[in-house]
Structure formats: C-alpha cells, structure tokens
C-alpha cells in the first residue's frame, strides 16, 4: 500500500513569494494534517483537516493556509515568504474508521528554502 | 510552540549495547507515540501506546505509557548500526477532541564503530 505522498520533495522561493505544498493521505483515511519541521526541532503542528474541514491549527500567522479536496488530499499555503519558513514540511494522514487508531503517519515531507 | 521533554538530546553507544530514553510532559495525553526519523526522511512510526501502564514490544524495541499519563519510556535492546537515527516522541489528546501532536526535542542516537 502506498503511503503518505508529498510534492514537490524540495523548493526554493525567495522571501515575498508564495508557495503551495501538496499531499495525498494514505488511501482510506481522511484526516490530513500538517506540520513544520525546523532543523535540530520536532514538528510543529499547522493544521488538521477532516472531511474538508479545519479542525485544528497551531500557533502560526494567517500568511499560513490549507484545505482539503473531496479526494482528502490537501494543500498548505504560505503567503509572503520569510527566512523563517525555510522548513521541513510534514503531512500526516491518520485513520478515522470506527476502532482506528489515533497514530498518524507522515510522508517524506517537502524541503523549503526561502533565500 | 510546545515541546515535551526528552531526554537524554544525544547518545553514543556501541553496537549491542541497551538503549534508555525518556520524554515527559506537563500535561496529560491519552496517547504516546514514539517515532524515528532519519536525515531527510519524515518520521516513521514505531510504537503507539494508549493506555496508562501498557507496555508495548515492536521487535527489539519495548515502550511504556506512564502511569500518571505525563511521561512515557523507549528501549532498543542490542543495538544495531540501522538503529541510527533521531527518535521522537509524540502524545495525542484525540480524545480531548484535538488531534494536534505535540512532540519531544529529540534523541539522537549514534553507534559507535
């Protein structure tokens, strides 16, 4: 089966610009959410998505954004780029069927780089 | 942003010796998860521990969910060089109705030859 898929795995933006991240959950679940991986830190939890629904965010500012397509993929947003984002980007899918489990899994991430 | 506690930040140890690590919190969780994760990779899930007390197994590695639901406990039996890695844990209040991970600072394990 397979897992978490991110896109694009790396990229380079400049500080001022947008990017947008995207994610496809492991087939089946339809909880999505999103985490920021500074070097030498854990993740930092974004946001959390079900159904197409915001159902959590972190303490991050409104340039960051996301949603949830009927697909249960998803898509991160971050507007006016800052040195401060460059970041590992995480996404993380997790099972909603009745007697899931609360483990989340995460994909391979999507390396930004704001020069 | 929140981080929970882990200790110790770094280990080196040699090939089949015993590993210990440790992650406490404030706060309760009703779910501890411990993870690893490798350079450039995201974090791939070992063990995930649910209620207060369980003790879980997952090959050479062995996890405990705190008694008072703060803290939870990580042990790699005879290490390999493939245990190589950051180890991460992380709890979940799902049941709070917040599927938010918090996760620790971190455990770098490294083998020495």
């Known amino acids: 089966d397979a897992g978490v898929t991110q896109s694009p795995t790396h990229l380079i933006k400049t500080r001022g610009q947008h990017v947008t991240l995207r994610c496809s959950p492991i087939?089946?679940?339809?909880?999505v959410s999103w985490y920021q991986q500074v070097l030498g830190q854990g993740p930092q939890f974004i946001f959390q998505?079900?159904?197409?629904?915001?159902?959590g965010r972190g303490n991050f500012p409104d340039r960051f954004s996301a949603r949830q397509f009927p697909n249960y993929s998803s898509e991160l947003n971050v507007n006016a780029l800052l040195l401060g984002d460059s970041a590992l980007y995480l996404c993380?899918?997790?099972?909603?069927?009745?007697?899931?489990?609360?483990?989340?899994?995460f994909g391979p991430g999507t390396r930004l780089t704001v020069t | 942003g929140q981080q929970l506690n882990q200790s110790p930040q770094s280990m080196f140890i040699q090939e089949g010796e015993d590993v210990s690590m440790n992650c406490t919190s404030s706060?309760?969780?009703?779910?501890w998860l411990w993870y690893k994760q490798e350079p450039g990779e995201g974090p791939v899930l070992l063990i995930a521990?649910?209620?207060?007390?369980e003790l879980t197994s997952n090959g050479r590695l062995t996890a405990q969910f705190g008694i008072t639901r703060k803290d939870s406990f990580l042990n790699i039996s005879a290490s390999i060089p493939s245990d190589v890695g950051i180890y991460f844990c992380a709890g979940d209040r799902t049941n709070f109705g917040n599927e938010k991970l918090t996760f620790g600072t971190g455990t770098r394990l490294t083998i020495i030859p």
């Open positions: 993380a899918s997790r099972p909603t069927l009745p007697g899931g489990g609360y483990e989340q899994y």
């Open positions: 087939s089946g679940h339809k909880s």
């Open positions: 521990l649910y209620k207060a007390g």
């Open positions: 706060s309760i969780f009703n779910t």
């Open positions: 998505y079900y159904e197409k629904e915001e159902r």
